[in-house]
């Protein structure tokens, strides 16, 4: 299978050099999209050297800062037009570990639609984060699942894999939101078009290097969504 990793990247200078190595190491045969937001601190700069060095690395520079959900959109899109079977999501600043891409693949190859690095499943881990912390991201991955009616233990992960045909066949164009709502509607739309999701643990790391981009914005933004999504499906069951 042709892989593609969509790497979003904003000011990560200190950390996209070693994530690309790492990446092509645990998949050789992979290619790799760089999506820089046109980082100042010249992340997109160090990735096309490192990408001459390497090989399998292309930086697609959009104008501005876009969020998460557009750059994996426009990483998508270009996915797809190239013919790239698998399509993976991978957070740039090193708290997924390249090492868990091959299960990631594995996963779709043993005929799943989408695979999700799952921190919730037993042999996932957070091992740096406190306990109120990790009881928030629970609670917020049970209210998703029970809400949307969705079986995920981890539908806000940002590591997943994606076979490109159910991705043809979600219509991701119209998706709007941004970090954790980006992730639980293509979760749910992947599941709505009939799409097989298996999950596969992983260790989440915080970033050693560089600023979290995550806000209290997203996380609300995520909750209204979900929240409006299950008021929406389940009117739209009563009409049926």
Request: hydrophobic share 40%; no cysteine; proline share 4%.
């Amino acid at each position: 299978m042709r892989v593609l990793v969509v790497l979003p990247t904003y000011q990560e200078s200190t950390n996209i050099e070693e994530v690309l190595r790492r990446a092509l190491e645990a998949v050789p045969s992979a290619s790799v999209l760089v999506v820089d937001d046109s980082s100042p601190d010249g992340t997109a700069d160090i990735a096309e050297r490192v990408g001459a060095e390497l090989g399998s690395v292309e930086v697609m520079r959009r104008p501005a800062k876009s969020g998460l959900g557009s750059a994996y959109r426009d990483g998508f899109r270009r996915g797809l037009a190239e013919g790239y079977d698998v399509l993976i999501e991978m957070d740039s600043d090193l708290s997924h570990d390249p090492a868990a891409l091959p299960s990631l693949i594995a996963g779709l190859a043993d005929g799943a639609d989408l695979v999700i690095g799952s921190r919730y499943v037993p042999g996932g881990s957070i091992p740096d984060w406190t306990w109120h912390r990790r009881a928030l991201s629970k609670w917020g991955n049970r209210y998703a699942s029970s809400v949307l009616g969705i079986n995920v233990s981890d539908a806000t992960s940002g590591y997943r894999a994606y076979r490109s045909e159910v991705m043809a066949k979600v219509d991701f164009h119209t998706v709007k939101a941004d970090g954790y709502g980006f992730q639980i509607e293509m979760a749910h739309r992947v599941l709505r078009v009939g799409g097989k999701v298996v999950e596969v643990p992983i260790s989440f790391v915080d970033r050693a290097r560089g600023t979290s981009k995550m806000s209290s914005r997203i996380v609300v933004e995520a909750m209204i969504l979900v929240t409006w999504w299950g008021i929406r499906d389940r009117l739209l069951r009563k009409r049926r």
